[in-house]
């Protein structure tokens, strides 16, 4: 299978996986319990952490459907995974968070490396006419 083909697969995986971060988030941004979040947060925090899952889903899904992938979006949607994998880590082995949260969290750093490994692959790929990649 060619890169573009594994990271697309990857762009359309992380959808359904952001729109079940933007559940978890929503009912806080409303001043409500989450089900799924066993820590409280503030309404406008909830709120900021709830834009930013969804706008991430609108751009994967974006993404994964144009001719030419952006090679920046991927890195930018890559390091947003990875980042929040770490940041759940870390705030899970300080205790502030439940350790499940963090292993519930695996899966964006599964993809958010197959982002950068796919990033790595085309930069060292020579650009073709018919590439399906815009370079940086």
Request: net charge positive; proline share 8%; charged share 10%.
């Amino acid at each position: 299978m060619s890169p573009d083909r594994i990271v697309r697969a990857a762009l359309w995986v992380s959808v359904p996986i952001n729109a079940l971060g933007v559940l978890v988030f929503t009912p806080l941004a409303f001043g409500y319990a989450s089900p799924l979040l066993p820590v409280a947060a503030p309404r406008f925090f909830a709120a900021q952490i709830d834009f930013v899952i969804a706008l991430f889903l609108v751009v994967y899904a974006w993404l994964a459907v144009q001719p030419r992938l952006n090679r920046g979006l991927v890195v930018v949607g890559g390091a947003g995974k990875i980042g929040f994998f770490a940041l759940t880590a870390v705030y899970a082995v300080v205790g502030d968070l439940p350790m499940s949260m963090a292993v519930n969290a695996t899966p964006d750093l599964v993809l958010g490396g197959v982002f950068l490994w796919w990033a790595h692959a085309v930069r060292l790929a020579p650009f073709a006419a018919d590439s399906t990649t815009t370079p940086l």
